[in-house]
């Protein structure tokens, strides 16, 4: 609801003519004067045929009022005198007519209703669609009044801390969430009651307002910031005291928790715990609408608490009048003191949060569409793959994911675009016909291109997808503070656990201790229940440097919030000797908030017989002291055995196929590990079919090092030192026994990863 001031710059003023009668124009509707008003002098409020409400004095209120279409100014003069217990005469009248004029209250000289310029505020609702009007919401609503008796909200909100506790504390949702995704179909049941239930919000609104004796106007859906929102016409409210106002304010979040009732009924009835999913987002909408920054209901709650209508109205005057000589100014003592008081509180803080908002969703806009153009990527292989199974459910999930992706996105794209739009209509009219603001506002235009072109150049992995495990913090929403080395340096040491015989940790016998010039990495295991009994330490070394025709990917991460990856790709021929080359993935993490992968991948060509075949697949990933972070290692090998060399032609295929793996490097940081499996299985299907073709070989495939990591924070138990360590997560493969035919490798399984982080 958008509210404007009834003031407007005097003018000269015209004699009236003779038997001139002024007379509303259609659709205005007088609310009267607003009860709890935190202004001193309380405004009264007249709403316009297009919806537009406006704030009138009580003087210029009383004018309007008086104009029926029949009176003239003398009457009205005479009308308006009585009522405010002042002299008023027929010149008087016409000046304050003339106030009234270009607000779009009174009809033209020539009995035609204006048009006046209806308020356009940035934060408002956008394409507007109406469902009901007002007759169709006044029936549709009339059945809800009463469950808003006293008795019944008591019972209801009751009911639902009850059932909201029992699914938060108690039974949980993880059941619910395998459920729905395991049925496609009660994943879009959920949906649909989701959406059905933001549409019964807007009836809680309306039914609220009909309750307490207002009159509900239209229903319809629109834009609002970047999602589309239902709203409901209660305008009409204003008529009622402070608490019939916030009675409809908070009738939509009311008709939320009756929605988490209904829903926990039909779970008992059905069992289906999909359903215990749409209490989750009816808790969530309750908890986005009470945000009082922009219009949802609690930015509504706190105007009707302050009895100011219109608290973005106030944003301007509020702080010139935080200037110490503007404190006493008109504009900024119209206000009650505790009023004043609060809406400056609010004003400090919205501020501030809108415009960081507004920066750090131009400097994130990159990884936001890198993100969505990933996002629709994977939906659309998802919807593929549902489609050739002729599952029309998960079918329809997944359309509905890339919908719930483009819509965003557009009102993120269309929202910039109104802000730009209304900026430059700002700065052309104020230095039109002045050419020194005109020189200024080119400058500061080629500045504020510099600093896009400087957010939004397509260099780099400026527009790859956000990863699990990035924090998301300002200083990583800058363009430079997300980037991160992709590997520490050789000599940085891993995370040092220091142990000793005092601190009743036990190392294996003829172990050197160690020290604070050179500590050892190792794991330490803490009996669990008994905290007499010493630790056990497991020492293990640092990997060796890779030797001839060895393949390794090592990734030491010690930095708070980084991400950190190293891939590691090895094609080796060997024609004699002993076949012993080793393929390693080392992740070592000492650090919170991080991500730390290693990916190592060798292919082991031998030609002719070998002496010794023992080829080693080795993936490591240690935590220490690790809090929500990701640790992630993996490790894949395949030795094939020719009979001779290959011809030139193979040569040149299997080069091709090898030549696809610095691509597959590339994109590996958007992957899941599923999907780079897939990848480095297809690479070794597609060798062993050349080498096939050439000659029958013999192949040794070794599976993937279950590529090991962690998500979930770890908890520490200090020893009295004040060290700590977890124990590491590590796999050894060791290679199976030779096959006559090539066999392929398992998909790895992560722990619970789902996404292989990398370096921004």
């Keep these: ?212 004796g207002a009159t509900p106007g239209a229903m319809g859906f629109g834009m609002y910031l970047m999602w589309p929102a239902f709203y409901t016409d209660v305008t009409d409210s204003y008529r009622l005291g402070r608490a019939g106002r916030l009675r409809t304010d908070l009738g939509g979040l009311y008709f939320n928790a009756i929605v988490s009732v209904a829903v926990f009924g039909v779970w008992l009835g059905t069992g289906w715990d999909a359903l215990l999913l749409v209490i989750a987002t009816q808790l969530l909408q309750m908890v986005r609408q009470l945000t009082p920054l922009v219009r949802f209901d609690g930015y509504h709650v706190l105007a009707d608490l302050t009895g100011v209508p219109d608290l973005f109205h106030r944003i301007k005057p509020t702080l010139l009048g935080l200037l110490p000589h503007r404190w006493r100014a008109p504009e900024t003592t119209v206000l ?95 230095s039109s016909g002045r050419p020194g603001r005109r020189a200024v506002a080119v400058v500061a235009l080629l500045a504020v291109l510099a600093g896009l072109a400087w957010a939004w150049w397509p260099e780099g992995d400026r527009y790859r997808p956000i990863q699990p495990g990035e924090r998301g913090t300002v200083q990583d929403a800058l363009p430079m503070g ?130 010794v075949v023992i080829p080693e697949n080795v993936a490591v990933a240690v935590n220490h002291t690790c809090v929500d972070c990701l640790t992630y290692a993996l490790a894949s090998q395949l030795v094939v055995t020719l009979s001779g060399e290959p011809d030139e032609a193979a040569k040149a295929e299997i080069a091709a196929i090898w030549n696809r793996m610095t691509g597959l490097a590339d994109r590996v940081r958007g992957m899941t590990p599923t999907q780079i499996q897939s990848e480095l299985d297809t690479v070794k299907r597609d060798i062993l079919t050349v080498l096939q073709n050439h000659d029958p070989v013999t192949t040794t495939t070794v599976p993937p090092s279950a590529p090991t990591g962690t998500t979930a924070p770890t908890t520490t138990t200090p020893d009295p030192a004040g060290s700590s360590s977890t124990p590491p997560t590590s796999s050894t493969s060791p290679p199976p026994p030779s096959s006559e035919q090539p066999t392929t490798s398992p998909p790895p399984s992560s722990e619970g990863s789902s996404v292989v982080p990398t370096s921004p």
């Design 1 to 212: 609801m958008s509210v404007t001031s009834g003031t407007a710059p005097d003018r000269d003023v015209e004699v009236p003519r003779p038997g001139a009668v002024p007379t509303r124009a259609d659709g205005v509707r007088l609310i009267g004067e607003m009860s709890g008003s935190g202004y001193r002098r309380p405004p009264a409020l007249v709403r316009r045929a297009d919806g537009q409400v406006l704030q009138l004095t009580p003087l210029l209120y009383r004018v309007l009022e008086a104009v029926d279409g029949t009176a003239d100014h003398a009457t009205i003069a005479d009308r308006v005198g009585r009522a405010v217990n002042r002299q008023v005469g027929p010149q008087d009248v016409e000046v304050l007519l003339d106030k009234l004029r270009p607000l779009g209250v009174l009809r033209l000289p020539d009995g035609s209703d204006p048009t006046p310029r209806k308020a356009n505020p940035l934060l408002g609702l956008r394409m507007r669609c109406v469902i009901s009007d007002e007759e169709t919401t006044k029936r549709v609503t009339a059945p809800f009044t009463w469950l808003f008796h006293p008795l019944v909200v008591v019972a209801l909100v009751l009911a639902f801390a009850g059932v909201s506790f029992w699914v938060l504390f108690e039974k949980g949702l993880a059941g619910a969430a395998y459920e729905a995704f395991q049925q496609p179909s009660l994943l879009l049941l959920v949906f649909a009651v989701t959406i059905v239930s933001a549409g019964f919000h807007e009836f809680g609104h309306a039914a609220a307002a009909r309750y307490g």
């Design 482 to 611: 997300a980037r991160a080395p992709r590997a520490l340096p050789a000599e940085t040491a891993p995370a040092p656990v220091a142990v000793a015989a005092k601190r009743k940790a036990v190392l294996p016998q003829g172990s050197a201790l160690p020290t604070k010039d050179k500590p050892i990495p190792a794991m330490v295991l803490t009996p669990v229940g008994n905290p007499t009994a010493p630790r056990l330490v497991y020492p293990f070394q640092r990997p060796e440097p890779p030797g001839p025709g060895d393949n390794q990917a090592v990734v030491i991460n010690t930095t708070d919030g980084s991400v950190q990856y190293e891939v590691s790709f090895g094609l080796v021929w060997a024609t004699e000797g002993d076949v012993d080359n080793r393929n390693e993935a080392w992740a070592l993490a000492s650090c919170q908030n991080c991500a730390t992968v290693a990916i190592a991948f060798q292919i082991v060509l031998i030609v002719g017989k070998a002496n």
């Design 336 to 430: 009650k003191p505790w009023a004043r008081a609060v809406v400056t509180l609010w004003v400090v803080v919205v501020v501030p949060v809108l415009l960081l908002s507004f920066v750090l969703m131009v400097l994130t806009l990159p990884r936001i569409i890198g993100t969505a153009v990933n996002g629709v990527e994977q939906q659309l292989m998802g919807l593929d793959a549902a489609f050739d199974k002729g599952d029309l459910a998960m079918s329809a999930v997944r359309v509905l994911g890339m919908v719930a992706i483009a819509v965003p996105m557009a009102g993120i794209v269309y929202l910039l675009a109104r802000m730009v739009r209304r900026a430059v209509a700002k700065v052309v009219k104020w």
